[in-house]
Each structure stands twice: as structure tokens, then as C-alpha cells.
């Protein structure tokens, strides 16, 4: 059987199908094409023998395929393309367009470009990953961000550049870098740099203020801060921070890649990064991720996920979070491209996808419900996604957004503190459930005395791992809260589920008084503390309400000081410097007093019981203005 590609007849870009529109022009005009051979570019040997090749055939397209029968290559050669086994001599195996069956006696491509599943190999670092996949296809691309492309070898060399610019400016083993920017190819670099030479990447919230940003400065005692322009206002605000050295603006004509340094040797359990997230009831907590975890991030999520080395994966989630830090990980372990892209905006996400020739993606339940509410485009169909990873997706929303999409939303749990923990995989969705355990973590589901609770009654979620340095090491600098999550040597998730008789997960609600609203976690102490600084308010109550998205919206109840009337304008501008915006609670009630328990604390259940109904809406506050501004809704 020959390759079938697709050609633009308006522009002449080739590609795989099957699409709807041309990425590079927008075009509908496609015509298909077959391709019945291809030059070597690049082969390699791997460890049980097998030749990998990559294939140039047509414009600078290329696939990736492995030798069949007997036979040397060299670049070069040309070679007959087949998909199956039972040619005759030698032939290059080559991928099956997405949702083809493969043929039987076949092998996919992505099995012979994973990285040997043998935990205990130096790929169980960062360095260790990056070196093994370079070894295996040096060549095959690795990183797209924006007009950049990379291949193994060259995101490797980049890496121990970035590290290479850190040790110039003092930067040593243990030391603490702390990195606020948006997604750039910079900020990988800088991470993956860190992990390079020992250090320990600290990135932070772009929308990080105030004194949670001057926490995460403190207590992670960074010694070197790398700002993007844009944010420096935010720090130029802060108090003093003793322990930083230098601050490092990056600008558009930055140059982060210095002279190349060797690896330091570091183990599975050394800290790789310090990823902040909100605490339940004090400040955010540093969590302490070791090269380990993210080795296994890679290693189970690629297989859940069943990724192939022809894989793209597109992220628009941002790098100061796990998730789109161990989507690295997946595109390293599995042979895949990894596209770095910009924030996550509704109107260009599928236009994105289909330029970035995306097959999986990574959405949080609230994008999904914003996706879903667009107008319908051609764009809908147009692109190659399949799967998408969507933690948190609204049950009601998985089948009709597959149908209108042709994409496949997998649910999971883990958390940064954790791994894969549970997982659907492709073909098993079962709306509404997060998935079931999954090999290499142990689950328990207990009551508030640490019993178990029988199969179908809701309890805490604890946790566990069999596969070494795959969960966080602790919090850092705080050893009280990290023994209160590890007691008795498991992880208390603080997450209310039902583990049903089959094995399958349900997720109920948040035991921790933390609000989750739009993919991000949000302190209640820290709203709390901020509206308690403003003159006009004696008290104040924060706490999470239903969002129409399927999230949290952060709603508060405030009591005023004797005498004064609140301007929730004035409170909100207040807010802005201090808190990040995602954090600003939308819904305001002013309260004549707090109900409290016997034991002094605010009865946050009973306020949630009041919803939202005559409170301030600062979102219906500001879509009536617009509409004011425009004219509209104004009695004749």
C-alpha cells in the first residue's frame, strides 16, 4: 500500500490527511495524492535491533517508518514505502493517517521511538530524558514554538546552553531561579537549563501580585529572578527580598543560551522545580517536584494517552504549571513534537490547532464549556486533534463536544503534588467519572477517622506510589503541612469522591477550603487577607460558587466598619495590584455579621446555601456598562 498525502492545489503545501482546510492558506481545495517512495534524511539502530528511519517524500515532508527484512541504509538511499509487512525486501513502514485500523501483523512507529520503559535508566532525569531521547533520533523534530523549530539534538545543546547562561550569572547546584513570563521558548529553556546544571526552576504565575508574589519570592529564597518587561511594575511594588541577587529582564532581544556545560549528576530524587499552588487555609505552598516526577508524567500520561512518535501535541496552558511542564515530558518519552503555544484564546484555538497540524491538546473543563459555546465554523472540523486531555470536563458536554468536534475528551486526576493517578484512556470514557487507578499508584477512599468507607459513599481521596520519586518530596520550607498531606506515608488529596464497586472514580467536591476557577487554584485565606486590608471592611468571607462553565466563581461575603458604605469599584481597583485578576471575587454580599460555629469559625456552607441571587455581579456589572456605552437597554 502506498502513502496517501494531501497537496493545496492553491498554495502547494503538502501534508497528511486528512483535513479540511489548508493550514498554510485556508484553501478547501485539496487533492490526494500517493507517494510510493522516500529519501533517508536520518537512520538509527536501536537497542533491540530494529532500524528507524526518517523519510523525506515529498516538499520537505517527512515521515518516520523502520526497516523491514534484511538490509543496511544509508542517507540517501530511496527507498519503497509500504504499510505492511508482507513486501518483499526491504521497505520503510511508514504512520497510518489518524482512526486507520492498523494492518494486521503490523507494528506502530510510536512503540519503536518510546524510551525504554526500564525506570531505573538515567532517563529518569531531566538531563537523563533529554540525552536518551537525543540519542535514539537525533533528528526527529522535538519543539515548535512559533517560527522555531527544533530537532532532539538541537533542543539538547539548547538546554545545556540555557544552562551554560545560568552558571555565567552564579548560578549553582541547590540555588533557587526564579522565572515569571509567559510562555516563550526562553522560559523552557531556562527551566529545562536549571534541571541541566542542578538548580531548581521556581516559575511563577504571571498573575501573581502583592503579597503572594513577594511569598513565593521568600520563601523558595531565589536568588536570581528572570522577569519578562511587562511584570516589572509587579515586582518593583514588593517589600525588600533578602536573598535575590539579580534580576534578569527578558526582553525580546534576550539571549538566554550561553556557552554549553556539561550535565551535573543528578539523581531521581534531586528537586527539578518548585511549582507554587494555593494552600488550603494559609499562603501557597511550594511544591517540591523531583527529576523523577516528571520522567513518570511522561511515562504514564503517554500511555494513557497511547501517544505515537507522529503525534503533535499542542498546549496552550500555561509553563508555571504542571500540566503544560510534563506535556514536555510526554512529547520526550514518547517521540512526539511538542508545540508551545500562546494563552488559550476561544476565537483562535482551532485556527491554532490547524496551523500547528496539532493530534492532541491539553483543556481544562471551563475552555471546554467556552469552546462548546462558540458559533459553529468550518474551523470545527478542519484540523487533525483527536484526543484531548480535560481534566474537570461537565459530563453533559463529552458526547456532544466529540460529535460536533471529532475530538475525544479523556477526564483524569492528579494533582501537582501527585501523577497520573487515575486515568480514562481512549475508547472508555465514562462521563462524569475521572477514571480508574492506574497501574503503579494505590488508592484509598476514607472517612474524616481515616476508615475506609464502602464502595459508593463519598470520602477523602488518598493516594500513593509504587514507581519511585513519581509524587512531589514535600512543601518547601514548611514541614508541618507537608506532614499533614503525607500522613501515614499517603498523600490526603483533600478532594471528596466515590470509588464505585467497578473501580471507577467519581469526583464529588473540595474538602479544602480552595477555589478552582479557571484552571487555576485560589487561596481563600489569601482573598481573604487582601479585602480585610481595605479601610471600608471589618470582616470578610471568601468562598467558591457554581460557574455556568463548570469551575468555581469566587463569591465573598464582607462586613463593613461601622459607618461605611462600600464602593465595590473602589474595591476592586484595590484588589488589582494585590491579587491576580483571576483571584478578584466576582460576586460581592455585604453581610450585617459572619455566621461562626461554637468554635469561632465562619459557617462557609451556610453563606454558599444563600447563592448568588442579590449580590453584586461584577461581570453583569460590567456587560450592563458596556451596553450603556453603546446604547442599548436605555428606557426611550
Keep these: 500500500m502506498s502513502l496517501v498525502i494531501q497537496r493545496c492545489t492553491t498554495c502547494g503545501r503538502t501534508l497528511f490527511p486528512d483535513r479540511v482546510l489548508c ?27 530494529l532500524v528507524l528511519l526518517t523519510l523525506e517524500v515529498d ?35 511508514v504512520p497510518r493517517p489518524h482512526g486507520d485500523p492498523a494492518p494486521s501483523g503490523s507494528a506502530a512507529p510510536a512503540d519503536d521511538h518510546r524510551l525504554p520503559e526500564d525506570p531505573s535508566l538515567r532517563a529518569a532525569t531531566v538531563p537523563g530524558l533529554l540525552r ?34 545560568l552558571v555565567e550569572r552564579g548560578i549553582g547546584r541547590g540555588d533557587r531561579v526564579a522565572l515569571m513570563a509567559a510562555n516563550r521558548v526562553e522560559l523552557l529553556d531556562l527551566v529545562l537549563g536549571a534541571a541541566w546544571i542542578g538548580a531548581v526552576a521556581v516559575p511563577i504565575n504571571t498573575a501573581a501580585r502583592g503579597e503572594q508574589l513577594h511569598h513565593v519570592l521568600t520563601n523558595s529564597e531565589a536568588r536570581l529572578l528572570v522577569v519578562e518587561p511587562e511584570l516589572l511594575t509587579a515586582v518593583d511594588d514588593l517589600p525588600p527580598l533578602p536573598a535575590l541577587r539579580e534580576r534578569w529582564v527578558l526582553d525580546d532581544e534576550t539571549a538566554v543560551l550561553g556557552a554549553p556545560v556539561e550535565a551535573a549528576d ?89 496551523e500547528s497540524g496539532a493530534t492532541v491538546t491539553y483543556l481544562l473543563g471551563a475552555m471546554v464549556s467556552i469552546l462548546d459555546r462558540r458559533p459553529p465554523s468550518p474551523l470545527d472540523r478542519a484540523h487533525r486533534v483527536r484526543l484531548a486531555l480535560s481534566p474537570a470536563t461537565p459530563a453533559a458536554l463529552v458526547t456532544p463536544f466529540q460529535e460536533r468536534f471529532g475530538v475525544e475528551l479523556l477526564d ?41 468507607v464502602p464502595p459508593g459513599e463519598p470520602g477523602e481521596l488518598l493516594v500513593r506510589s509504587d514507581q519511585p520519586f513519581a509524587f512531589a518530596s514535600g512543601y ?12 501515614d506515608l499517603w498523600f490526603h488529596t483533600g478532594d471528596r469522591v466515590v470509588l464505585e464497586a467497578d473501580g471507577w472514580v467519581r469526583f464529588v467536591d473540595r474538602i479544602k477550603d480552595v477555589i478552582r476557577r479557571r484552571g487555576e487554584n485560589i487561596s481563600a485565606s489569601e482573598v481573604e487577607s487582601v479585602l480585610g486590608q481595605h479601610p471600608d471592611i471589618a470582616a470578610a468571607a471568601v468562598y467558591a460558587v457554581d460557574s455556568e462553565l463548570g469551575e468555581d466563581e469566587v463569591m465573598a461575603a464582607l462586613v463593613t466598619e461601622p459607618g461605611r458604605v462600600l464602593d465595590v469599584d473602589d474595591l476592586v481597583a484595590f484588589c488589582r495590584p494585590r491579587l491576580a485578576g483571576y483571584a478578584i471575587p466576582r460576586f460581592i454580599r455585604v453581610v450585617d455579621d459572619l455566621p461562626l460555629t461554637e468554635n469561632g469559625k465562619v459557617r462557609k456552607p451556610a453563606l454558599r446555601a444563600l447563592g448568588t441571587d442579590g449580590a453584586w455581579d461584577r461581570e453583569a456589572d460590567r456587560d450592563a456598562r458596556v451596553a450603556s456605552a453603546h446604547g442599548q437597554g436605555v428606557p426611550s
Design 476 to 487: 518547601f520550607h514548611m514541614p508541618e503541612a507537608t506532614a499533614a498531606s503525607w500522613q
Design 266 to 354: 543528578v539523581r531521581a530524587g534531586d528537586p527539578a522545580a518548585i511549582l507554587y499552588t494555593s494552600g488550603t487555609t494559609g499562603v501557597s505552598k511550594g511544591v517540591v517536584c523531583p527529576h523523577g516526577q516528571f520522567s513518570w508524567w511522561g511515562r504514564n500520561v503517554s500511555a494513557q494517552l497511547g501517544l505515537r512518535s507522529d503525534d503533535v501535541l499542542h498546549t496552550c496552558l500555561p509553563l508555571f504549571h504542571t500540566n503544560a511542564l510534563n506535556a514536555f515530558s510526554q512529547a520526550v518519552v514518547a517521540g512526539s513534537t511538542y508545540v508551545l503555544g500562546g494563552r488559550f484564546s476561544a476565537s483562535r484555538f482551532w485556527s491554532q490547532m490547524v
Design 412 to 452: 483524569g486526576y492528579g494533582s501537582t503534588e501527585t501523577n497520573a493517578v487515575l486515568a480514562t484512556r481512549p475508547g472508555s470514557q465514562r462521563p462524569g467519572y475521572v477514571g480508574t487507578v492506574q497501574p503503579g499508584f494505590t488508592a484509598r477512599v476514607v472517612d474524616e477517622d481515616g476508615a475506609p
Design 59 to 93: 516538499a520537505g515532508l517527512r515521515v518516520i517508518g523502520r526497516l523491514l527484512g534484511a538490509g543496511t541504509v544509508t542517507s540517501g538511499d530511496v527507498l519503497p514505502l509500504v504499510a505492511h509487512d508482507d513486501h518483499p525486501g526491504p521497505a520503510a513502514y
Design 132 to 165: 536518551a531521547r537525543a540519542d535514539l533520533t537525533p533528528d526527529a523534530p522535538l519543539l515548535r514554538c512559533g517560527p522555531l523549530r527544533r530537532t532532539a539534538r538541537e533542543m539538547l545543546d539548547a538546554v545545556s546552553r540555557a544552562g551554560g547562561a
Design 23 to 49: 493550514p498554510e492558506c485556508g484553501s478547501a481545495q485539496l487533492a490526494h495524492e500517493t507517494v510510493d517512495v522516500g529519501t533517508v534524511t536520518d537512520h538509527t539502530r536501536t537497542s533491540e535491533g
